[in-house]
């Protein structure tokens, strides 16, 4: 829609703005002059989120030991399902350490459009300093279930039995990188989702629902090894399950991700990042006009 | 030096049939019946919209230019084209300095935040580097007069100091390019004045503003000159003065509304009402709360009438009477009239908050009725210094003004 280029001494630059081109017009510049945005839309972020609660960032303490709890006793104790020789609290907890990241950013990445139609229809900026800010303020909540996850699993390390069946090293490491995968497709995946919505607002419905059957197509309840062998395939196409398997063999030292799969995951990963961007450009062009 | 602004047959397109977000289903079957040729709702078959068309001009660097022409002319598209909220349909408009838009005030500001926080935010929204608020902080906190706030919730500011520190952080911008939209009907009369002066500032210190308002007044005040829009063309481009007089006289030459076309009247027919103008008396065009109007029927029979009395009644989009003019209740109409002939009614201030009003006129000769056209015109009522404090109640509340005054009695009750 608009591209920014230097030109003689009149001015710094010159914006043209006409219709219409490629699908590949990712404004760089414009993104990194409003990076002061991108903080501040961070901090908004949180303060949105945890002002008017009583518990505030509590909330991101109290939600995963829920649902471990509830994980444990119903999937653990009642159904059986094997957690891989793992005590269930840190197999659960890992495995929603990664997954509730992916669900919150997925979440509100896919809602951009429909819940900011106020803003973009006032005002210009880059667009996708809005789901970036999403991604980045989620990570205050990761990094508090990752020191509640910490302090499990020094308890059952040092003062259990079972801390001789799990262990972690320098490969901790890479976790981040791990990570930065998942961030990959929670936003990717969020962004295609925003800009069907932008047309089609009834998606919106279906969100908790994909979230619902995605979380049940992951190895978070259950080991991926416990997948049948002819089923493997499959949860690589699935780009969350190698990375949540990957994540629990970092941080406990089990798991088994086969280095086809983890290399389909990562493909896949950034083919869903840049296709977001791209799909999401193209309707944040002319968005506001179906409003 | 090139112009600042150009704009080179700028074009845009609303797809009247595909305004809002539809659901799966709606586009699964509207593709359905578009296979099978035909429309499923109508609403395929509706014609596209253009807001604007072929629109091409220029502004130069440090020229303060107005936007006016009335609701519909284009002038709203126009602003969100250049700020790059949406894209044009045609053309290409080339902007050659860093812009800045001001479509509202506080755009973005979160309750939850405090007024020092909601700055920077919004200043960062509108474009500015976090450097650059700091540097001007003291400043837009002062011209907003918040300083004992500053560290409160914005939710519990009132809203004149919302909207004044809104204001603030968007008249301390420093862009080259200011594209502002009707931002100052915002405001009590005194902050009003204020922000206008501030934007005067602004244009003397060399930058760009491209303004958009119905308000005259401040068009007069601002800017040298003046882009006149009308159904998305361009229609004047000149010297303040001029455009600006240009524009009033179509308007209201345009406000004589030919009643001969209209075949859905009542009445006999023995005398027909041909045409009517709506004016207000003290303002030419514009019709505020405190305006006098003059309402001027034309009518015309085969021979001279006697008996004759004319209705004028104004009703609200509920279609709920508001006023009544009867010339047989007040008198003033002769009893014989000519067989052709101009009759005009002229009234007080007519008191009403702002929003659009329909008129209704009839023609009855004795008790016969021999003509009656319903909604016959319409009329905006702006708002006005009524109150002489900058507000006054919306529509949606009440319909009428009253001046009235408040006082505190001493003493326990």
Known sequence: MHDVMTTGQESDFEIRIRPNQGWLRIDLRALWEFRDLLALLVRRDLVARYQQ??????????????????????????????????????????????????????????????????????????????PFAVALSNLIAFVIEAAI??????????????????????????APLVLLQVAAVSVGAGLIVASCTAKYRDLRHALPLIVQVWLYLTPVIYPLSKV???????????????????????????????????????????????????????????????? | ???????????????????????????????????????????LAKADFWALRDLSFAVNRGE?????????????????ILSRITEPTRGEAVLRGRPASLLEVGTGFHPDLSGRENIFLNGAILGMRRHEIRAKFDEIVAFAEVEEFIDTPVKRYSSGMYVRLAF??????????????????????????????????????????????????????????????????????????????DYLKSTIEEEIVDLEQRSDRKGDGSARLLSCKVESVDSGHFVSSSSRMKFTLAYK????????????????????????????AVGGIPEKLPAEGVVTCATDPINLTPGRCYINLALFRGTAMADHVEQATSFDVEADEFYQTGRMPPREWVLCLLQHQWSLQEGPP
């Open chain 2, 64 to 80: 303060m230019v107005g936007v006016i022409g009335q609701n519909g002319a284009g002038k709203s598209t126009l602003l969100k």
């Open chain 1, 228 to 291: 049948p062998a002819r089923w493997q395939w499959a949860m690589a196409l699935n780009p969350l399950a190698p990375p949540v398997e990957m994540m629990r063999f970092l941080l406990l030292g089990r798991g088994e991700v086969n280095a086809g799969q983890y290399f389909c995951s990562s493909a896949l990963a950034a083919f869903l990042f840049l296709a977001g961007v791209m799909i999401f450009q193209r309707t944040e062009r002319t968005f506001i006009d179906t409003v």
């Open chain 1, 149 to 174: 996850f910490a302090i499990f699993w020094c308890y059952y390390k040092f003062f259990t039995a079972a801390g001789a069946q799990f262990g972690t090293d320098a490969r901790l490491l890479l």
């Open chain 1, 53 to 130: 609660t009583a518990l505030g960032p509590a909330w991101a303490i109290v939600q995963p030991l829920a649902m471990t709890l509830v994980f444990t006793l119903v999937f653990g104790k009642l159904a059986g399902i094997s957690t891989d020789r793992l005590p269930p609290v840190l197999f659960y907890l890992c495995g929603l350490l990664v997954w509730n990241y992916h669900a919150q950013t997925f979440q509100l990445t896919g809602g951009t459009f429909t819940s900011n139609v106020e803003l973009f229809g006032k005002v210009y900026f880059p667009r996708l300093i809005v």
């Open chain 2, 301 to 328: 029979s085969d021979r001279p009438l006697r008996h004759v009395r004319f209705l004028v009644t104004i009703y609200d989009y509920n279609n709920t009477g508001i006023y009544l003019f009867d010339s047989d």
């Open chain 2, 168 to 245: 603030a952080v968007a008249a301390h911008l420093e862009p080259e390019i200011l594209l502002v939209d009707e931002v100052l009907a915002v405001g009590d009369a005194a902050f009003q004045k204020k922000c206008l002066g501030k934007m005067g500032e602004v244009a003397r210190e060399g930058r760009t503003i491209l303004f958009v308002s119905h308000n005259m007044a401040s068009i007069l005040a601002l800017c040298e000159r003046v882009v006149l829009l009308k159904k998305g063309k361009l229609l004047g481009n000149g010297p303040t003065q001029e455009v600006v007089r």
């Open chain 2, 1 to 43: 030096m090139r112009p600042i602004i150009e704009l080179e047959g700028i074009a845009k397109r609303y797809r009247l049939g595909r305004i809002g977000a539809t659901s799966i289903r709606d586009s699964i079957d509207r593709t359905w019946h578009r296979v099978h040729g035909k429309s499923s709702d109508g609403r």
